[in-house]
Structure formats: structure tokens, C-alpha cells
């Protein structure tokens, strides 16, 4: 019997070998983020951070997910940037749709809801100040997430496994980063694992992060910001501020949309229609070849 050889799994080896590192590194541009910016993280829970704070914090959460992927990559330029899925290919269009998807979702979970009385809302409060600032906010988590996540760890799980193999380890690995986030729950990880597929779908079948980072842009921003509710437990500034009846497996509770049985199906119908696109431009793409 043939016995796999390392190099079989080296892809698993890379992907399991930079979460240590990562989360070393993160943890201590975090601390000196929390230095500059006044945040008392001794104190939290009677000196909450703000948003200027969470800006700080998840800026410098950014730079030490590019430090560490640099790091393991040991090659800074063109090609890192090209490597990990930042090609100048479509880059508009993906981004537009990555951001038009979530947008439609959370505007769909949102009036669903509303109109199943599982939320109201309780007021509208405009902060252009804030705003901006969970713009950049969620700017700097989908693009640290994207390229950690599907840059970095499904890139390396690929050159093992078939794509799709990949592809779920690596949502695994997206799942139980959150295991420490308030609320948490089986069916919250179970979301964020299919959320996982959802992000990397394009990715295994383009190596392009532009789609990713624009859609988990989206998905937060439209969520927290705008919708009002929670983005993985979080609880941050809304321009609509909703409230619950009670907490439901509809409406995701303190965990947010995203932690909701009917995110789950959203997210099942939007990885069902891409799969479909790739397969019927696969089978052209086949028949081009042939063709010629």
C-alpha cells in the first residue's frame, strides 16, 4: 500500500502552520493599536471601545494579516499581490457584484423580517462621522478575512486537494475563527461555514479575490450599518436601529442576520446560482475548444 507522502499534504501544513503566527502577530498590532488609540482593553466592559477605536484596531488587524502572509509568502511585489488574488482582471465588475449580492440579501433578510414582525424599527439615526468609519471598518476586515482566508490558506489547501475539498476545509477554518464571538452558537458556526463556501466559490474557480472582499464588504456594511443588525455578535453603530421580539433561529438574535436559518437559505440559493454560472461557462468554454 502506497503511503501519502508529505508533500501530498503540504497544502494542510501551510495552512495549519501560519494560524499560531497570525494569531501572535494580530494580537500584538492590536495591542499597540489599542496604545494609540486610548482604548482601555483592561476595563472593556465600563470603557467601550468606539468606532474611531474599532477603525484603529481593525486597520492594524489588517497590516499584521499582510505582515504575517508576507512572512510565509518571502517575497514582496508584483507577484505577492498577484499570487494571493489581486490580478487586474475584471476588477470593477467583480466588485460590483460582490456588493450588489450583498446588498440584495440583506435587503431581502431585512424586509422579510420586518414584515414577519420577527423585527421593528425603533429609529433612524444618521452619523456621517460613523458612517465613514464602518466603511472603513468593514473595508479593512474583508480585505484582512479575504486574504488570510482564500489568498493565503485555501490558495496553499488547492495545490493538495481538489478545489472543492479546499474549499471546505477552509470554510472550516473561517467557521472557528469565531468561536470566540459573543452569542456564538452550533447554527451560528454552521452559517458562517457555509458563508465560507459562499465567499470561496469564485475564488476556486478564478483565483481572484475582488468578488470575496467586495461581497464580505457588503455583507457586513448592509448588515451592521445600515439593517441594524449585530455583524457576528457585534454590536456597533446602525443608521437603523431595530429591535427584536424575541430571539429566533429566523432572525439570529444577539448573533446577528448572519446567525439565522433564513441567512442559511440565501446563502444556499446564492452558492446554487454561482455554481450553475461556472458550470454552464465551463461547458462553453469545452465547446470553444473543441471547436477549434
Given at each position: 500500500?502506497?503511503?501519502?507522502?508529505?508533500?501530498?499534504?503540504?497544502?494542510?501544513?501551510?495552512?495549519?502552520?501560519?494560524?499560531?503566527?497570525?494569531?501572535?502577530?494580530?494580537?500584538?498590532?492590536?495591542?499597540?493599536?489599542?496604545?494609540?488609540?486610548?482604548?482601555?482593553?483592561?476595563?472593556?466592559?465600563?470603557?467601550?471601545?468606539?468606532?474611531?477605536?474599532?477603525?484603529?484596531?481593525?486597520?492594524?488587524?489588517?497590516?499584521?494579516?499582510?505582515?504575517?502572509?508576507?512572512?510565509?509568502?518571502?517575497?514582496?511585489?508584483?507577484?505577492?499581490?498577484?499570487?494571493?488574488?489581486?490580478?487586474?482582471?475584471?476588477?470593477?465588475?467583480?466588485?460590483?457584484?460582490?456588493?450588489?449580492?450583498?446588498?440584495?440579501?440583506?435587503?431581502?433578510?431585512?424586509?422579510?423580517?420586518?414584515?414577519?414582525?420577527?423585527?421593528?424599527?425603533?429609529?433612524?439615526?444618521?452619523?456621517?462621522?460613523?458612517?465613514?468609519?464602518?466603511?472603513?471598518?468593514?473595508?479593512?476586515?474583508?480585505?484582512?478575512?479575504?486574504?488570510?482566508?482564500?489568498?493565503?490558506?485555501?490558495?496553499?489547501?488547492?495545490?493538495?486537494?481538489?478545489?472543492?475539498?479546499?474549499?471546505?476545509?477552509?470554510?472550516?477554518?473561517?467557521?472557528?475563527?469565531?468561536?470566540?464571538?459573543?452569542?456564538?452558537?452550533?447554527?451560528?458556526?454552521?452559517?458562517?461555514?457555509?458563508?465560507?463556501?459562499?465567499?470561496?466559490?469564485?475564488?476556486?474557480?478564478?483565483?481572484?479575490?475582488?468578488?470575496?472582499?467586495?461581497?464580505?464588504?457588503?455583507?457586513?456594511?448592509?448588515?451592521?450599518?445600515?439593517?441594524?443588525?449585530?455583524?457576528?455578535?457585534?454590536?456597533?453603530?446602525?443608521?437603523?436601529?431595530?429591535?427584536?421580539?424575541?430571539?429566533?433561529?429566523?432572525?439570529?438574535?444577539?448573533?446577528?442576520?448572519?446567525?439565522?436559518?433564513l441567512s442559511l437559505l440565501f446563502q444556499i440559493?446564492?452558492?446554487?446560482?454561482?455554481?450553475?454560472?461556472?458550470?454552464?461557462?465551463?461547458?462553453?468554454?469545452?465547446?470553444?475548444?473543441?471547436?477549434?
Amino acid at each position: 500500500m502506497k503511503i501519502p507522502s508529505f508533500d501530498n499534504h503540504r497544502g494542510l501544513y501551510n495552512s495549519l502552520n501560519i494560524i499560531l503566527p497570525y494569531l501572535i502577530i494580530a494580537a500584538v498590532f492590536q495591542l499597540i493599536s489599542f496604545y494609540f488609540s486610548g482604548y482601555d482593553y483592561l476595563n472593556s466592559t465600563i470603557s467601550p471601545n468606539t468606532s474611531l477605536q474599532t477603525f484603529i484596531t481593525a486597520l492594524a488587524t489588517l497590516l499584521a494579516t499582510f505582515v504575517t502572509v508576507l512572512l510565509f509568502k518571502k517575497k514582496l511585489g508584483r507577484e505577492f499581490f498577484i499570487n494571493i488574488g489581486f490580478q487586474n482582471i475584471a476588477v470593477k465588475k467583480n466588485l460590483l457584484l460582490g456588493i450588489v449580492l450583498g446588498f440584495i440579501i440583506m435587503l431581502t433578510g431585512f424586509l422579510s423580517l420586518l414584515f414577519a414582525n420577527e423585527i421593528s424599527i425603533q429609529s433612524i439615526n444618521f452619523d456621517l462621522t460613523e458612517l465613514l468609519l464602518n466603511i472603513g471598518i468593514f473595508i479593512f476586515v474583508a480585505i484582512g478575512e479575504e486574504v488570510l482566508f482564500r489568498g493565503y490558506i485555501l490558495n496553499n489547501l488547492m495545490k493538495s486537494y481538489t478545489k472543492y475539498v479546499a474549499l471546505i476545509v477552509s470554510s472550516l477554518f473561517f467557521s472557528l475563527l469565531h468561536l470566540g464571538n459573543d452569542f456564538i452558537s452550533v447554527l451560528n458556526l454552521f452559517d458562517l461555514f457555509i458563508a465560507g463556501i459562499l465567499l470561496g466559490i469564485t475564488y476556486i474557480n478564478t483565483k481572484r479575490l475582488w468578488f470575496p472582499i467586495a461581497l464580505h464588504f457588503s455583507w457586513n456594511f448592509f448588515q451592521g450599518t445600515i439593517f441594524g443588525f449585530n455583524v457576528s455578535g457585534n454590536d456597533d453603530y446602525s443608521l437603523i436601529n431595530i429591535s427584536y421580539p424575541s430571539p429566533t433561529l429566523w432572525n439570529g438574535g444577539g448573533f446577528g442576520f448572519e446567525g439565522s436559518l433564513l441567512s442559511l437559505l440565501f446563502q444556499i440559493i446564492a452558492i446554487y446560482l454561482i455554481l450553475e454560472y461556472y458550470k454552464k461557462k465551463n461547458i462553453k468554454s469545452n465547446q470553444v475548444s473543441i471547436s477549434t
